[in-house]
């Protein structure tokens, strides 16, 4: 249902204000709705140009477990149907116009596999879904000593998030 609310908002959005350009922040399954109703809607991707993308301990992938490390070649292991779709989606997606997508993750304190809430590797495998578009950029960074919650509350990481966003390059 929260797919289905999202991709009419962002229809509304475009239809009577004209936002036809986005940059978005999204974290945890915020993150994971948002390219479900994203990619899965031709109308959205036709009228709503991202320029970057900032994803916070996503969980794009969720069958595999916290006790693997990425490697590309897990993307035809995994028994995630949401994934799988994803996948599909992505392979026929082509984005408008050049897309920074940047992924960030934490390792809680203990761990260097998971921020308590997401591991790595689901989040991870976001590269795997994005690796084949030549207009897409793609930066991942992993936070140690940083929980699930701490990804949208450290000021480092915030701080990250405005020079990305608002920061002339």
């Known amino acids: 249902p929260q797919v289905k609310q999202l991709s009419k908002a962002l229809t509304y959005l475009h239809d009577h204000y004209r936002l036809d350009r986005a940059n978005v922040i999204a974290h945890s399954y915020g993150g994971t709705e948002f390219m479900h109703a994203y990619l899965s809607s ?8 991202l320029n970057k993308v900032v994803f916070l301990g996503v969980p794009v992938e969720e069958s595999l477990s916290s006790r693997l490390n990425y ?9 995630d149907k949401n994934f799988i779709r994803l996948r599909k989606q992505a392979k026929d997606w082509q984005p408008i116009g050049k897309l920074t997508i940047y992924n960030f993750m934490g390792t809680k304190p203990g761990s260097t596999h998971t921020d308590g809430e997401v591991p790595l590797i689901q989040s991870e495998m ?14 991942q960074k992993v936070y140690s000593q940083t929980t699930h919650r701490q990804l ?5 990481i915030l701080n990250r998030i405005a020079d990305e966003l608002w920061m002339k390059r």
Do not use: G, M
């Open 126 to 139: 976001l590269k795997s879904l994005i690796k084949d578009h030549p207009t897409i950029q793609y930066h």
């Open 42 to 49: 031709p109308q959205l991707q036709k009228h709503l140009q």
């Open 71 to 79: 490697h590309y070649h897990l993307i035809k292991h995994s028994r």
């Open 152 to 156: 949208h509350d450290r000021k480092v």
